[in-house]
């Protein structure tokens, strides 16, 4: 059993729905599909989100209701389940589920965002859970009146951690750099500075985690001297970064080096009518705002592929007929002087389907066939190329024909 989609959106973080409330307002049949029981991405795991347009009162978990409550209006339906495979048969998208479910879409948003970065420190993996974590939101009030440890010095960290400090005893901070030296934004430092529960262990790093069943030390390690000092807390927060989730797409779009989706500025992989939107994608700031962004540029984009490409195969390669294709630009007069005598040709009493392709219309459709060049005219039979005349004379015109 397989179900079709005009579009499915792969990840439902504020990227995917984004691209959902577009592609769904414009009356393509869409789909998100999430891993996750709720649906919101990274902002469904912290608290404040002051910067995102027009919205200055929110929280970061409300926004994103208010995402998925908007998809839904226009009729963006959403499903559960993980993304294992995306196969590209060209106007056709296969997409499976971990557990075997299996879509099929004519166009698709990667949307799939970023997870925690682990760092594979030992005590790390064994107390995940049991006092280790990479979400404020979800876990603060495990730790009311404890004392933890975050790991980093970002602008997530600083705001996590000042976060933390309204449910916490004590945050010990973990800084690899010198004394006063931060990679967050001037105005959380200040902030974090100025917080009485928030200490600062500055040119060292987090070295093991220890306890009996539960975090009870962090063993932290001064990179200057090499000196180690055990820390006595209860919890141990994360926040170093994040890797992108594209394990799964290996070998069907094209990866930078660190695994994000490479794209054109217009949200577009290397393969047709597959785009990837958000923090999954090779790009400089990852924002909500951003984000919401990246999505609503893919939707338009899809539509236009969809409209495009069922335009071509329902009159060119579906045609019983051989098709003449004639490739044009408003901009060029020669090319519009090629459209005039063929119209004037009578094609269609001679057995032919006379198709016109603006090229700055269709670009994929002229990228497909190497246009170049305009006027180029292409005789298509049974959905492939018979002949191709590039800036045609009128002798060769009536060869071909
Ligand atoms: C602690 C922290 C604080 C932040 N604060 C702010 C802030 O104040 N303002 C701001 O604008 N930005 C903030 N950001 C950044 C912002 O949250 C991200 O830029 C944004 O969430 C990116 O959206 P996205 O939709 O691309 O990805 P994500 O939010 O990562 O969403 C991706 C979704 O895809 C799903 N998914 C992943 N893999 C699969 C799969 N295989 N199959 C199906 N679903 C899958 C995930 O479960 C997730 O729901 C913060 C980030 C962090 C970590």
Same mark, same amino acid.
């Given at each position: ?24 307002? @414009? ?13 919101? #991405? *990274?902002? #469904? ?9 027009? &919205? ?12 998925? =409550? ?25 997409? =499976? ?122 063993? &932290? ?63 400089? &700031? ?46 060029? *007069? ?52 018979? @002949? ?14």
């Amino acid at each position: 059993m397989s179900a079709n989609y005009d579009l499915i959106v792969l990840g439902g973080g504020p990227a995917g729905m984004a691209s959902a409330i577009y592609s769904s307002r @414009s009356r393509l049949n869409t789909l998100v599909l999430e891993t996750k029981r709720k649906t919101g #991405g *990274q902002p #469904g795991t912290y608290h404040d989100m002051e910067n995102y347009p027009g &919205v200055p009162e929110t929280t970061a978990s409300e926004l994103m209701e208010n995402f998925r =409550t908007h998809a839904e209006k226009f009729g963006t339906e959403f499903e559960r389940g993980e993304v294992k495979s995306l196969e590209v048969n060209g106007f056709e998208k296969v997409i =499976t589920t971990k557990k075997g479910e299996e879509y099929r879409a004519k166009s698709v948003v990667i949307a799939t965002g970023a997870e925690p970065r682990k760092l594979g420190i030992k005590g790390e993996e064994e107390f995940k859970g049991k006092g280790v974590s990479y979400c404020a939101t979800c876990d603060a009030d495990l730790f009311t009146d404890l004392d933890i440890v975050v790991v980093g010095n970002g602008n997530s960290a600083v705001e996590e951690s000042i976060y933390l400090s309204k449910f916490v005893n004590k945050i010990t901070m973990i800084v690899i750099h010198d004394e006063g030296v931060m990679d967050a934004e001037k105005i959380l430092q200040e902030k974090a500075m100025e917080n009485d529960k928030i200490e600062f262990v500055w040119n060292s790093v987090l070295e093991e985690i220890k306890g009996e069943g539960l975090v009870e030390k962090a063993v &932290v390690k001064n990179i200057k001297n090499g000196e180690k000092t055990e820390l006595d807390c209860n919890g141990v927060f994360f926040f170093v970064g994040r890797v992108p989730s594209t394990d799964f797409l290996e070998g069907v779009v094209d990866l930078t080096e660190h695994g994000y989706v490479k794209t054109t500025k217009q949200m577009e992989t290397n393969q047709p009518g597959v785009y990837a939107v958000g923090d999954v994608r090779d790009k400089v &700031v990852r924002q909500v705002i951003t984000a919401a962004g990246d999505g609503a540029t893919a939707a338009v984009l899809a539509q236009g592929y969809i409209e495009e490409e069922e335009y071509w195969h329902n009159h060119v390669v579906n045609s019983d007929k051989p098709a003449l294709v004639a490739f044009w630009s408003v901009t060029d *007069q020669e090319s519009m002087d090629l459209i005039s005598q063929l119209e004037g040709m009578e094609l269609e009493d001679k057995g032919y389907k006379f198709i016109k392709i603006d090229t700055y219309k269709n670009r994929l459709i002229s990228d497909r066939y190497d246009v170049e060049e305009i006027p180029t005219l292409l005789k298509i039979e049974s959905g492939e190329v018979a @002949s191709k005349l590039v800036k045609p004379e009128k002798e060769k015109i009536k060869e071909l024909i």
